[in-house]
């Protein structure tokens, strides 16, 4: 276990850190938005808006969604159980929680999910200011909902925010439970459509039911370190999984086919185009407010590849839905697998032992990313394997069970575009 961060701890005797300490999630938050502080992001912020106004479409590689490519089907999924334990949660709600928790089941607060440590977008309830028994019944409806390794990569992705707060003197802007909780309803039900949104730093989950069927996109993983050396949960360490398929798969290609996935030689290249790079995002193009985003197909086609090497890309591709419930993960590989003629797979960066790289592998029906950050709270000011970004989106309308809804005999569909006031 490698513990390379160190050498990057922030000084937290600086003005940044300082003023964090004082400061609640709330307050934090807010003071973002009245100093317009850090520029850059304040900026990206004013964009997510923007974008938020555009009806949703979908992701797309050319700007023409394409239609018929999800259906409904029975996966089995113990939806009883996951009702049981949703409702479990609302039970232990105060009238206000509730009141702030539930929205329509086509709001377009589906869409405000964030990565960042400030809270911008302030819906339904934060698990690190409700009761334990609120918090340990929030976490059973995670649980019911993820695939066991799903669960504990989730777990750990909060474990490490932890400890970052930790790192950085500031528990209580940053912490295991600094994420909000919100459902879509108008409620839990087996039969009627429904959701929930768990998001914060370094974490976003979006799921959508329909009876025995679940959408579980998108869905953002990330750490910053990757890895936990002190304390109790010390050695927990996550998406070393996906670091590892894919560079499993670069390495296995010949010499013309790598130079032919690798679309540019260094992570913030100058041959990129205005908008490929943001301090950000910086590389990744699918996250927070990206849904309508146009994301052409780069890199060699998977179908292209030898059978060993089509191996390895549905490896990359399931390493990153390995939180998804196995029957329902099943399914969705397979309809990986029958576009792999037009599934797609790319490469920034080096390939050797430490260097830090991106790699995006897509199709109609799936995308998944993978990016190594430079510093945010760490100094590293160039991109490390100790601060990881990953994605999975479902194209195509997929997201947020959005092409299912239009399915869904007398459902779902008529998208609420003003944002409601649960004040």
């Known amino acids: ?37 850090p520029a850059q992001l304040y900026a990206l912020y004013q964009y997510w ?30 939806i009883d159980h996951i009702v049981a334990t949703a409702r479990t949660a609302l039970d232990k709600m105060s009238p206000d929680q509730r009141r702030r928790s539930i929205y329509h089941i086509d709001s377009c607060e589906w869409r405000t999910w964030t990565n960042p440590e400030f809270l911008l977008s302030d819906k339904g309830i934060r698990l690190d200011q409700v009761s334990p028994e609120l918090r340990e ?42 994420y909000n909780l919100v459902l879509f309803g108008p409620e839990p039900s087996a039969e009627a459509p429904w959701g929930f949104a768990l998001y914060g730093h370094h974490l976003s989950i979006n799921a959508f039911f329909y009876r025995r069927q679940v959408v579980l996109s998108p ?24 670091e590892a398929a894919g560079l ?55 179908s292209d590849l030898g059978e060993e090497q089509q191996e390895l890309a549905a490896a990359v591709i399931e390493s990153h839905l390995m939180y998804i419930p196995e029957r329902s993960r099943r399914r969705w590989m397979a309809a990986v697998r029958s576009w792999f003629g037009e599934t797609f797979f790319c490469w920034i960066g080096g390939s050797g032992d430490d260097d ?3 790699y995006r592998a897509q199709s109609p029906v799936v995308i998944v990313e993978f990016d190594h950050h430079s510093g945010i709270f760490l100094t590293n ?43």
């Open 1 to 37: 276990m490698s513990s390379s961060f160190r050498a990057h701890l922030p000084d937290l005797r600086a003005e940044r850190f300082l003023q964090m300490q004082k400061q609640d999630a709330h307050e934090y938050g807010a003071s973002f938005l009245q100093t317009q502080r």
């Open 49 to 78: 808006r923007k974008l938020l106004a555009e009806p949703f479409k979908g992701i797309t590689n050319d700007g023409k969604v394409r239609h018929g490519l999800f259906t409904l089907e029975d996966e089995g999924l113990p």
């Open 137 to 178: 019944a929030v976490m059973a409806v995670l649980k019911a909902t993820l695939s066991p390794d799903g669960y504990a990569q989730a777990v750990g992705a909060m474990r490490i925010n932890g400890f970052l707060g930790e790192m950085v003197a500031s528990p209580a802007v940053i912490n295991e439970f600094s």
């Open 219 to 242: 869905s953002f993983f990330g750490a910053e370190p990757n890895l936990i050396d002190a304390g109790p949960h010390a050695g927990t360490r996550i998406l070393a999984d996906k």
């Open 248 to 302: 499993a798969l670069m390495r296995s290609l010949p010499p013309e086919t790598a130079a032919r996935a690798r679309v540019y030689h260094q992570l913030r290249d100058p041959a990129m185009p205005p908008g490929r790079w943001n301090p950000d995002d910086q590389r990744h193009l699918c996250g927070a407010y990206r849904d309508n985003r146009l994301v052409p197909y780069e890199g060699v086609r998977v």
């Open 356 to 358: 830090a790289f991106y």
């Open 381 to 423: 000011s160039e991109p490390a394997r100790f601060h990881i970004h990953s994605i999975v989106r479902m194209p195509n309308g997929g997201d947020y069970g959005m092409a299912l809804r239009q399915l869904i005999p007398g459902g779902c569909g008529d998208f609420v575009w003003e944002p409601e006031s649960h004040e």
